[in-house]
């Protein structure tokens, strides 16, 4: 709100001086005054907000109790206003590191947004996926690992609406909340129920891919890799090395394109192709070690403390599946290597 503002204190001062036109005009006609001094407070808030004041806290507060009193008597007036009210009093909280405390507006954010969607579905639904968003993201830094799935899972059916009205508008966000739902069941251990959305996303993902390459395809190959992942957890082998086979294709073209964006992402694939074809076959899996690694080689050696937790495991695996398979190891990339990560493995100094 203030990033065009060249002297922030003064767009605070103004504001509180509004405030203090605001509130005895209120006490006076508050019929007339009220709306006024809650949207004052709201504006005061979202500033102090940006200034990082714990003072934001008390004006969200009365706005908020203000625009619950309005919205009370005239709610197709005030409501929308009560539900933004409650937004900026939810990262209030947020900013001021008391998370728990914000998921009772966060909450409630919905259930208006959710009310409101059902008279005004194309003005309020978006608004309603955003908000389940905001809550879900609010639950996943407290923790709460299943009652997240709730709104994850609402916020799929909702951009699942408004796809049926606006594909090209919805389709790739509908693609991006299935995938996070994916990756929620997966992180309780839900597996099995995770496919599904996976596989709605990848197929959305595809058709999105065909029409606009350019826009989609890196994700449609993101999908598959964490679907490949999925699946090779759950001991279905056959059917992760085809999804992670086309995750390969994929970004070995976008590899050609650019391989400062995709060099990485191609060694994750090949990393993951060559775990597991070593299941059966270390000669097979010998090549996808061996390119993961050379791929990752140029990146580590700028950056080995960063890198060396991902090269690690890709260089067992390129001993391993080499000596099984008696294949030939480069040894000089190795002894370039392997002298570094022991170094990026000592502690740093602080």
């Known amino acids: 709100m203030l990033a065009n503002l060249e002297h922030p204190e003064d767009a605070l001062t103004s504001a509180q001086a509004t405030v203090s036109i605001f509130r005895p005009l209120a006490q006076q006609q508050s019929n007339i005054f009220l709306p006024h001094l ?32 309005l919205a009370q008597e005239r709610p197709n007036a005030f ?42 579905p194309e003005v309020f639904l978006p608004k309603l996926a955003i908000s389940l968003q905001k809550l879900a993201l609010r639950l996943s830094g407290l923790g709460h690992r299943e009652e997240l799935l709730e709104p994850i899972g609402e916020t799929c059916q909702v951009y699942r609406q408004l796809a049926e009205r606006n594909p090209d508008a919805y389709l790739p966000r509908l693609a991006t909340s299935l995938k996070s739902l994916a990756m929620r069941l997966t992180t309780v251990g839900r597996h099995e129920e995770a496919l599904g959305p996976a596989r709605e996303a990848i197929q959305i993902r595809r058709s999105l891919a065909l029409r606009h390459p350019e826009q989609h395809s890196m994700d449609l190959a993101t999908t598959l890799h964490d679907l490949a992942e999925s699946l090779n957890s759950l001991g279905r082998r056959s059917e992760a090395l085809e999804m992670v086979e086309d995750a390969v294709r994929i970004r070995r073209e976008l590899a050609e394109l650019a391989p400062e964006r995709a060099g990485f992402a191609l060694a994750r694939s090949l990393a993951l192709k060559g775990q597991i074809l070593a299941e059966t076959s270390a000669s097979a899996a010998f090549p996808c070690a061996e390119e993961a690694v050379r791929l990752l080689e140029p990146l580590f050696s700028q950056n080995p403390w960063i890198w060396a937790p991902t090269i690690r495991p890709i260089i067992g695996l390129y001993y391993r599946t080499g000596a099984l398979a008696d294949a030939p190891l480069d040894w000089e990339l190795l002894d370039r290597l392997i002298p570094i990560i022991e170094e990026a493995a000592r502690p740093r100094d602080a």
């Open 38 to 69: 809650a949207m004052s407070l709201h504006h005061l808030a979202c500033i102090l907000k940006e200034l990082g004041r714990e003072e934001a806290l008390e004006a969200a507060r009365e706005a908020v109790s203000i625009y619950r009193r």
């Open 79 to 120: 409501l929308g206003d009560l539900a933004t009210a409650l937004d900026t009093l939810a990262g209030i909280y947020a900013m001021l590191g008391r998370r728990e405390d914000g998921l009772e507006p966060a909450r409630e954010l919905v259930q208006i947004h959710r009310q409101l969607s059902a008279s005004l």
